[in-house]
C-alpha cells in the first residue's frame, strides 16, 4: 500500500485536532491522535503500531481527514438509520446562531452551547438530543467552536484621513534637529497567555495560576527615524503617570520632539494638554480615534510579548526584566523591522 501522509492541518483544524485529543472521548481521539502523529512525519505504520491497529484503518481516517477535516473523524451515521435532526431542525440551528439567547428569551444565556440549542431542539420541535449530535450537525453545516472578533465603532473616513495625513506631512517636514517618536502604553500581566508549545501526544503541561492576575503599564515611545526604544513601568496609565513619563523623555532627548499617539483620556486630559501647552520643545499630534493599526510601536508590543510572556508565570518585576532584555536585544535596525518601517 501506498506510503502516505495527511495534508499539513490549517491552524483552525490544529486547534479542533487539539481539543479533540483532549476532550474527545474514546475513538474519535484515538483518530485525531493518528491525524497529529501523520501530520509530524509518522508513517501509516509506525502508527499503525503505536495505537495497535492495521494500517488500513490508520489510512481510511488520514483520507476522512484529507476529504472532510477534523469533522471526518466522527463516526457516521449509519445506513438506513433516519437522522434524529432533520432538514427543519438545521434551519433551526441556523437561525439560532445569528441571534442571541436574550432574544429568544434566555437572559441568563449570554451564547449559545451545544446542550443550550438540545435543549431549545426539545422545548421547540420536539426533538430530543445528544448535544454531541448537535455538535456533528453544527460541523457538518460549516460551524466551528471558535472566539469571536471584537469589532470597533466604524470610524470616521474623513477624519481618519485628515489625521493621517497631517501626521504624514509633519514627519515629512521635520528637520535633523527634530525626534520622532510614536507613544504607546501596554499591559503586563502576571497571568500567562497560552499559546502553543511542543508537548507529547496526548498530554497537556499544567502552567500556575497565580492567585492574583496583578499588571502593570508599560509606558513607551519609539524613535521611527532611528530605531531607539525607551519605556518606563508604572502601576496604570493615569494623567499623572503619562506626565511623569513625557518629562522623562524630553530630559532624554535634545531639540524639538514631535510626538504622536492615540486619543487615549490619559493623553487627552485637561491635565496633559495644560502641561504639553507649556513645553516650548514639544509638539503633539493625535492619531484617528480607534485605529490602533496607524501605531507601530503596537507592533513591537505584540512581538515583545509574544517572545516573553506566554506559558510561564513569573512575578512582575522578573516580567518586566524579561520585557527590557528582549528590548535591549534589538539592534535599531531589530526595531525599524519590527514596525514594519525598514527597507529589508
Not at 71 to 76: A, C, T
Not at 86 to 103: F, V
Not at 117 to 133: S, Y
Not at 193 to 203: K, S
Request: hydrophobic content about 35%; overall charge negative; some cysteine.
Amino acid at each position: 500500500m501506498e506510503q502516505k501522509t495527511v495534508r499539513s492541518p490549517t491552524d483552525e483544524e490544529q486547534e479542533e485536532l487539539d481539543r479533540l485529543m483532549s476532550s474527545a472521548v474514546g475513538r474519535v481521539a484515538l483518530r485525531a491522535q493518528m491525524i497529529s502523529l501523520s501530520a509530524r512525519g509518522f508513517s501509516a505504520p509506525e502508527i499503525a503500531q503505536i495505537h495497535d491497529c492495521a494500517e488500513a484503518t490508520v489510512y481510511k481516517w488520514i483520507d476522512r481527514f484529507d476529504e472532510e477535516g477534523p469533522s471526518g473523524l466522527y463516526d457516521r451515521e449509519r445506513e438506513g438509520r433516519s437522522r434524529k435532526i432533520d432538514e427543519e431542525a438545521e434551519e433551526e440551528l441556523k437561525r439560532l446562531l445569528e441571534t442571541s439567547p436574550p432574544e429568544e428569551g434566555k437572559e441568563a444565556v449570554s451564547r449559545w452551547t451545544a446542550p443550550q440549542l438540545a435543549r431549545h431542539l426539545e422545548e421547540k420541535l420536539d426533538i430530543e438530543v445528544h448535544p454531541e449530535t448537535v455538535r456533528r450537525t453544527l460541523r457538518r453545516l460549516g460551524f466551528s467552536w471558535t472566539r469571536p472578533r471584537r469589532r470597533l465603532p466604524p470610524t470616521d473616513g474623513k477624519e481618519y484621513q485628515r489625521r493621517m495625513s497631517e501626521v504624514v506631512e509633519a514627519i515629512g517636514e521635520v528637520g535633523t534637529e527634530t525626534t520622532v517618536l510614536f507613544e504607546d502604553e501596554t499591559e503586563i500581566k502576571r497571568f500567562p497567555p497560552l499559546r502553543r508549545m511542543w508537548q507529547p501526544v496526548g498530554q497537556q503541561r499544567a502552567v500556575d495560576v497565580p492567585s492574583k492576575n496583578e499588571d502593570f503599564a508599560f509606558y513607551g515611545v519609539v524613535d521611527v527615524l532611528e530605531g531607539g526604544v525607551f519605556t518606563e513601568r508604572y502601576p496604570k496609565e493615569i494623567s499623572e503617570h503619562t506626565i511623569s513619563f513625557l518629562e522623562s523623555v524630553l530630559a532624554r532627548t535634545t531639540g524639538r520632539v514631535l510626538l504622536v499617539w492615540d486619543q487615549a483620556r490619559w493623553h487627552t486630559s485637561g491635565m496633559v494638554t495644560e502641561w504639553i501647552e507649556k513645553q516650548d520643545r514639544l509638539e503633539v499630534l493625535l492619531l484617528p480615534p480607534r485605529a490602533p493599526e496607524t501605531n507601530p510601536i503596537e507592533d513591537l508590543w505584540r512581538e515583545m510579548k509574544r517572545a516573553v510572556a506566554a506559558c510561564l508565570e513569573r512575578s512582575l518585576d522578573r516580567l518586566e526584566e524579561a520585557c527590557l532584555q528582549f528590548l535591549d536585544q534589538q539592534t535599531p535596525d531589530d526595531i525599524l523591522r519590527i514596525i514594519g518601517l525598514s527597507a529589508v
